[in-house]
């Protein structure tokens, strides 16, 4: 191997060739800080079972990770979309991340354990979500209320889409009811058939892009990608019709080097959209019941039975439906849950403390009687 100081000095500033992989000043600002040496930076592609596919924008290779990321707690261990140093073919850190996108781990949610959720990152340093749905059985207003959660309290930007648009003379009517849920946030029809909604994708595909696709297994993600794509690079779920099972499901994470120049990376479907921690992300996903609570009478008001609830009173003239109202306040009380259950581990450390005191107390008490 070269002399690792002497590349530092040369990537300083990176090499040309990581620009078509995403990077940017904000990494060369990060670079700039960090003391530690180094051979190579790479972005991880994809994760296969523990050993990491990187590229350098020449060449692709498979690296395994330090024993030192291994055992780490500081959530460091490496995920696709991370920028990472390389030492031949070992990780050998993580370049902090602009973001990631992460959930609870399945099954987690709910549980009495007492034990923080685990995350699950999906992929990090992103620049947009797509929330992939498909207008078929998939399409559920509810649920799509759950993934704008998900990526806004990932601080992230979501962008709809609703695949399958060719199965109904009046796909435009769908969009408009994602609309009166997802304030801002631009909304896609697309279909394989005929290509719609493509150029509208394209914008968010362009050079030194990345986006993550989310959504369920059969939702049309990776026939999606190929569409962007312009051809099969990716292999789709088609539905056998002597087991009824899909084939082709997507079971790895990869990043797609997308021919608009940005980065795609297609994801297995997600069954259960868990949170990890709450950032916030119901008070973005809900903004019109925000807006309302300014006008509620008191400045705590939970929107369950105050009296002079604006929220409340919304529901009452028809202006806010429900179901909405519902869906906030069941996401709003998974969140209280996990950061309820953050502190009280911590308590629980020092509780556990002081009665493993008392039981000791209480031998030595029987012991000299
Ligand atoms: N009619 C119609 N069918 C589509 C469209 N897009 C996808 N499909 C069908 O939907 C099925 C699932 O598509 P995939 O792209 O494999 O779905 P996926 O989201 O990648 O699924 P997983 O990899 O399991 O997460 C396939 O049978 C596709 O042919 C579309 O625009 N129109
Ligand atoms: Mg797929
Ligand atoms: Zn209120």
New binding site residues.
Partial sequence: MTNHKELQADTSVAPTTLLKLGWDNHFDRQLATITTTYAHIARVISVQRGLFLVSDGNSEWLCSPAGRLLHSHKGDYPVTGDWVFIDDTVVTGVLPRKNILSRGEAGSRGGRTGATTREQAIASNLDAVFI?C?L?RDFNIRRLERYLTLVYNCGLSPVVVL?????HEDSESFRMEVETIAFGVPVVL????DGRGRSELESHLGGGQTVA?V?????????????LYGNDI??????SSSVGK?R????VRELIRMPQGGMLM?????REIAFHEDGHGVESAFTEIQELAEKCRFADCTHQHEPGCAVLCAVETGELLPDRLESYHKMKREMQYLSDRRSKSADRVEKERWQYVALLKKSMYKKNK
Avoid: W
Avoid at 248 to 251: A, D
Avoid at 266 to 270: C, F, K, M, R
């Fill in positions: 992939v498909g078929d695949t399958k648009a060719d199965l697309t279909s394989m058939l696709m959504g369920s297994s059969g939702a049309g993600k990776s026939t999606l990608a190929n569409m990716q292999s789709t779920n088609a539905v899909g082709h499901t997507t079971t297609d994801n297995p479907g997600i």
